[in-house]
């Protein structure tokens, strides 16, 4: 009877303290390693804080569990799922993936998932490092987080740390990048050289942390992948009717109310502040960020553009159909009607320009349907126009930024979702085997999707390394200026294009028109 081969560990021993990893196709692998310290019991909804350490060697061999979330065993019928159990409070660790835990300083590159701040976990397989450890000779990690009502939810008159503010995501964030600062040099790592890249939301997350007091010399790169930066990020006072409602549907009265429940009822009642906040025609956001002042004192799309950003590269980019997503399945939305579609528009754009606008989006996809129409605007709104509008003003002030547009449409559910949200990810990450649960890419041409990931994964290594995404398997892709506004799109034929975007910029205007 055969046995299977005893694992073969590696140790390390940065300042936090011993750790046993686990060595796996050749790369040293520390799993659920600790970075804050777990936020139980009064320390529910306060700032993340240092971990106390531990005495002797810590295995760290297994995944840990991701941060409490919503959760569906039958999945869903884009992404097949994006987070599953073990689930608990105590989530604040790090996967660390690295060639040799020895004293090559490799770049480093910090990956932050995405999730609508609801969904995720950095430890999911599709999100790990192994593939840029090894082919780049990085060191990764990717971090869990305090995501939903946990990690969102602001809580302001109603909690009992006022002066701590109420972004405990961010808080986990800065802690973890600070930890990696300071121990990442035992893995193999160079502190100096850090990449922090994330997607939706954790992009999101990672233009939050880029110029931010405490995040002072600890980033030298961003990746930016479909940031929502459209989305209003509320101040305080409006954060609060949210809040309210939130606590109603709890049964509770304040943060010691709600301290006293399990994580399974604050995740249940956050089902019911979806219903509560949504608005048809909307991406759905049950929680947000909040501009509290304290941990966040602007919108995260004004930190690339402030003093404290000098100097970091950045690349930033969308996907054609980002709102393909959310809403190209949905049948109610299928039966919109033009009217419907033209009264959302007016939102926007104003009573007035609203059916130009329709017409305006009519012409750029011919045959559009309403539903298409407003797809295309909610991308625009959400995603394009604000990454567009960032690179411009970075380009504007002299600041080096990359932009990109993937655009290869997925054949699943009859090509229905195009080049949607999240649909980046695989090529990015070059590890399919790892996404064979998610049914947004059945049907990809083998040929197309493996030769479109090595040239997308390859120019992420390129400018985690140099800062430069150039690299001899692609066209060149110089930076982003006001004159060309050269963008790269990815698709079967990859190739940079003049104003890619233009007919979207043209639309909405170097200004955001009042509603």
């Known amino acids: ?74 999945g869903d019928p884009v992404l097949g799922g994006h987070g599953s159990p073990p689930f608990d409070e105590d989530c604040l660790t790090l996967d660390i993936w690295t060639p040799a835990a020895d004293a090559a300083r490799r770049p480093v590159l910090v990956w932050i998932h995405g999730g609508g701040f609801v969904s995720g976990s950095g430890s999911l397989p599709c999100y790990s490092g192994a593939t840029f450890a090894r082919d780049g000779d990085l060191v990764v990690v990717s971090v869990n987080y305090r995501i939903g009502p946990l990690g969102y939810l602001y809580l302001g008159p109603y909690g009992d740390a006022p002066e701590e503010g109420g972004n405990h995501w961010l808080t986990d964030q800065l802690a973890a990048l600070r930890w990696v600062k300071e121990n990442i040099a035992s893995f193999g790592g160079d502190p100096d050289m850090i990449t922090v890249a994330g997607q939706s939301g954790g992009a999101v997350s990672t233009a939050a ?148 606008v329709y017409a305006a989006y009519e ?34 002030a002299g600041r080096p930024v990359r932009a990109y547009q993937f655009d290869l449409p997925t054949p699943a559910h009859e090509g229905r979702l195009g080049a949607a949200h999240c649909l980046e990810l695989p090529f990015v990450f070059d590890n399919f085997d790892q996404w064979a649960h998610a049914p947004f890419l059945a049907g990809l041409a083998p040929a197309v999707r493996d030769g479109l990931a090595h040239t997308m994964h390859r120019a992420w290594i390129a400018f985690v390394r140099t800062g430069d995404p150039n690299h001899p398997d692609m066209p060149a892709w110089p930076p982003y ?31 955001q028109p009042s509603v």
Not at 375 to 390: G, K, N, Q, S, Y
């Open 363 to 396: 012409r750029t996809r011919p045959g559009s349907r309403p539903a298409d129409v407003l797809m295309d605007l909610i991308t625009d709104e959400l995603f394009r126009i604000p990454a567009v509008r960032l690179a411009e003003a970075m380009a504007e």
């Open 481 to 511: 200026d006001t004159g060309t506004r050269t963008t790269m799109r990815f698709d079967s034929v990859v190739t940079a294009l003049g104003d890619l975007a233009g007919d979207s910029r043209l639309l909405f205007g170097p200004v």
């Open 209 to 356: 942390l880029v110029g931010h007091p405490r995040a002072s010399g600890l980033i030298r790169r961003v990746v930016l992948q479909s940031p929502p930066l459209g989305l209003e990020f509320p101040e305080p006072e409006a954060y609060l009717e949210r809040t309210a409602a939130y606590l109603e549907m709890c049964g509770a009265k304040d943060v010691h109310g709600l301290r006293a429940l399990p994580w399974q009822d604050l995740i249940a009642a956050g089902a019911g502040l979806f219903a509560h906040t949504m608005r048809w025609g909307y991406w759905p956001t049950p929680f947000l960020p909040v501009i509290d002042g304290i941990t966040l004192r602007h919108h995260p799309a004004e930190s690339l553009l402030r003093a404290e950003a000098a100097g970091i590269d950045v690349v930033v980019g969308w996907t054609r159909e980002e709102a393909n997503f959310g809403f190209a399945l949905d049948e109610g939305y299928a039966a919109a009607t033009r009217e419907e579609v033209t009264d959302r528009i007016a939102r926007t754009f104003g009573a007035p320009s609203a059916p130009g």
């Open 1 to 74: 009877m055969s046995q299977s081969p005893v694992p073969e560990h590696v140790l390390v021993d940065p300042p936090a303290g011993s750790l046993r990893g686990v060595v796996e196709d050749g790369l040293a692998v520390f799993r659920a390693v600790p970075y804050a310290e777990p936020p139980v019991g009064d320390l529910r909804w306060r700032a993340a804080r240092p971990h106390p350490g531990w005495s002797g060697v810590r295995d760290a061999t297994a995944d840990g569990p991701s941060s409490p979330q919503m959760y569906r065993e039958e």
